[in-house]
């Protein structure tokens, strides 16, 4: 697979990475062979960038990329991500200093590795001046326990005073047909100016635009997804309109809707982590690496799914509330 530098700060990836989350939270039944085995086959075609967080289980996925991975440590790029106080009771966020430094610290043990080479604050802490977590992360870059540093759905302000604080390397953010926000409020201009890598999570709109969602039954009894607002159905019904769209685009191009949702993407400039549990849908996901649309597709997709078009928040308010600080 192609490889491209993630923002100006040293960091070379693969045009698409891995999001393992639904390996061990959120999105229903968990089979951990089958994970081992299409963790092991997105490593075998080129997909080296691993993205993890100690809030997926809590510490359930960096365990497993430890079991799955670890004998291929060379081979891969390992993003995992901090932010909660998983000893606090409601895991409140806690951006502060000393917290900053007991994360690593059970990261590293969690993912039985010496250096991660991406970390993230996972969700800025309102409380916590950005300069003082991002300074305590600094201190892991000097100290070799961390190789770049990241933020997620953080604002515009705050990538600004971070990047002054210490270089960083990426920004996570939602990033989809479905959802727009950073390219309409500024904060993909300031990543380009500052030279940060723009990594986009739910490039697939949580699954939606792969087009495998008709109905919430489709859904496991337990997915998170049964409580966001997109996934309602009334907003299915809705939603399902546009992903038929995007789907009659994709087959004039002999390909999948989901393929050209992550063709749509890879040509904003981010590197997407489209996360899967099987090697199948990681098969279809890869093959659309190879896809470069014209500018008259992207002008088609973007007027087939108009972002007022799309019914029902991205997540929920509490979720919401814990985004661009």
Known sequence: MKTIDLGSNGLRVPVQGFGAMGMSAFYGARDETEAVATLNRAVDLGV??????????????????????????????????????????????????????????????HLEMDTIDLYYLHRVDPAVPIEETV????????????RHLGLSEAAAATIRRAHAVHPITAVQSELSLFSRDLLENGIKTVLDELGIGLVA???????FLSGAIRSVDDLDPDDARRGLPRFSPESIAANLALVDRVGAIAEARGATPGQIALAWVAAQGAVS????????????????????????ELSALEGAVPTAAVTGARDTVEGLARTNH
Do not use: C, Q, W
């Open 48 to 109: 080296t960038h691993i993205d993890t967080a100690e809030a997926y289980g809590p510490f359930e996925n960096e365990k497993l990329i430890a079991r799955a991975l670890g004998h291929r440590r060379s081979e891969v790029t390992i993003a995992t991500k901090f932010a909660m106080d998983f000893d606090a009771d409601g895991t409140p966020l806690d951006g502060r200093a000393e917290h900053v430094r007991r994360a690593v610290e059970r990261s590293l043990r």
């Open 135 to 146: 300074g305590a992360m600094s201190e892991l870059v000097t100290a070799g326990k961390v």
């Open 201 to 207: 999570f739910s490039p697939l709109g949580r699954g």
């Open 273 to 296: 982590i489209p996360g899967t549990k099987r090697r199948a849908y990681l098969e279809e996901n890869v093959a659309a690496a190879d896809i470069t649309l014209t500018a008259a």
